[in-house]
Nanobody, 127 residues
């Protein structure tokens, strides 16, 4: 059984930065496909960034491209999301998700592609 635990959320002013971490236990997942998703109040959960590490590919939603960076540390079995130039519209609960296998790009952008999920961490950006 894999457990994912996010940390690093909090409150920040617009223009600031936060780094989210997602520690995995129980099985190595950081070499498969991982993603960071977010869900704003009243909105659907959506993929913000995905890393298909077996092919060295990362991809981002247009809304975060150029501001967010997904990365991972295999030795620590941990994934990260560096968030810069934060905007109030980035306010959401952020979740990490993982699949210990290669996913096609189209599948990596679907919530159903992931086997394991964290509990979420709140990020609030004030204007």
């Amino acid at each position: 059984q894999v457990q994912l635990a996010e940390s690093g959320g909090g409150w920040v002013q617009a223009g600031g930065s936060l780094r989210l971490s997602c520690a995995a236990s129980g099985r190595t997942v950081s070499s498969g496909t991982t993603a960071w998703l977010r869900q704003a109040p009243g909105e659907e959960r959506e993929v913000g960034a995905a890393g298909r590490w077996s092919v060295g590919s990362t991809s981002y939603a247009d809304s975060v491209k150029g501001r967010f960076t997904i990365s991972r540390d295999n030795a620590k079995n941990t994934m990260y999301l560096q968030m810069n130039s934060l905007k109030p519209e980035d306010t959401a609960v952020y979740y990490c998700a993982a699949a210990p296998k290669y996913l096609l790009s189209s599948v990596a952008w679907q919530l159903s592609g992931y086997d394991y999920w964290g509990q979420g961490t709140q990020v609030t950006v004030s204007s």
